[in-house]
């Protein structure tokens, strides 16, 4: 397993960006499948999206539909870190983001990640 801490969330208007970042620690990280979920207040843990590690040879990155054209999610091997660049944020991505990894799993479900960071807090005001 490797630990991670995000970092980068806060207050933004509807309309703006944020990035998240979230840091690995370890020497392995470039191989570990990486995902992006979050969770609103009273709901359920959402995926949000998906970047492979470098031995991965199943599907390259994706997205929840709703994210697609707004979100993007990018890693730095050398920096052992995954971000979350968020783009037209709506008071509808309120929610407190997690970064998960997962050295054998992909796909949309929370239970395919057995590594998971504490969450940061991003709150679009309209």
């Known amino acids: 397993q490797v630990q991670l801490v995000e970092s980068g969330g806060g207050l933004v208007q509807a309309g703006g960006s944020l990035r998240l970042s979230c840091l690995a620690s370890?020497?392995?990280?470039?191989?570990?499948?990486m995902a992006w979920f979050r969770q609103a207040p009273g709901k359920e843990r959402e995926f949000v999206a998906f970047?492979?590690?470098?031995?991965?040879?199943?599907?390259?990155?994706y997205y929840a539909d709703s994210m697609k054209g707004r979100f993007t999610i990018s890693r730095d091997n050398a920096k052992n870190t995954v971000y979350l660049q968020m783009n037209s944020l709506k008071p509808e991505d309120t929610a407190v983001y997690y970064c998960?990894?997962?050295?054998?799993?992909?796909?949309?479900?929370?239970?395919?990640?057995?590594?998971w960071g504490q969450g940061t807090q991003v709150t679009v005001s309209s």
């Open positions: 370890g020497r392995t990280f470039s191989i570990y499948n």
């Open positions: 998960a990894a997962s050295a054998y799993s992909n796909g949309r479900h929370p239970t395919l990640y057995d590594s």
């Open positions: 970047v492979p590690g470098i031995t991965w040879s199943g599907s390259g990155t």
